[in-house]
């Protein structure tokens, strides 16, 4: 991907992109590493779980959720001892009952999708301007 500057500048000036204010390519892999590095999964699964997050950034706190953004996340099932990705899903909304924070959810085929923000594990799909913003922060932290 080539730096263009008119849409840097406009990645810039998007309120959508704070989330990834400071954040280096290397610092989003390293934080996804850190997290999935606490399953203790096998080497194998490990780099298969990054390849399948590639342009993904772990999610840890409900505001850096963005409604209308697709996300995939890792159910922390104690029962069954499965680590498994889901295909994931567009995030609708979030709402705040009894039982935690439960965000409402919509997968390709229109279906809704109802998770609970505690038993997960979230990584959401960085956009176009974001990918665009941690480019040329990576480049400028090499400087």
Not at 16 to 31: C, D, P, R
Not at 81 to 96: D, N, P, Q, R, S
Request: proline share 1%.
């Amino acid at each position: 991907m080539s730096l263009n500057v008119e849409e840097l500048l406009y990645a810039l000036d998007n309120e959508n992109n704070t989330g990834v204010a400071g954040l280096t390519a290397s610092k989003i892999k390293q934080e996804k590493n850190d997290v999935l590095q606490k399953l203790q999964l096998s080497k194998e699964e490990l780099k298969d779980l990054h390849s399948r997050l590639t342009d993904y950034r772990y999610v840890d706190e409900i505001s850096g959720l963005q409604e209308g953004r697709y996300i995939r996340w890792i159910p922390l099932n104690v029962e069954t001892a499965e680590i498994k990705l889901t295909k994931g899903a567009f995030l609708v909304t979030t709402t705040l009952n009894d039982d935690g924070v439960i965000l409402i959810c919509r997968n390709v085929r229109k279906q809704s999708v109802v998770v609970k923000f505690d038993n997960v594990l979230i990584f959401q799909k960085l956009s176009d301007q974001e990918l665009i913003l941690i480019k040329a922060l990576t480049l400028l932290d090499k400087k």
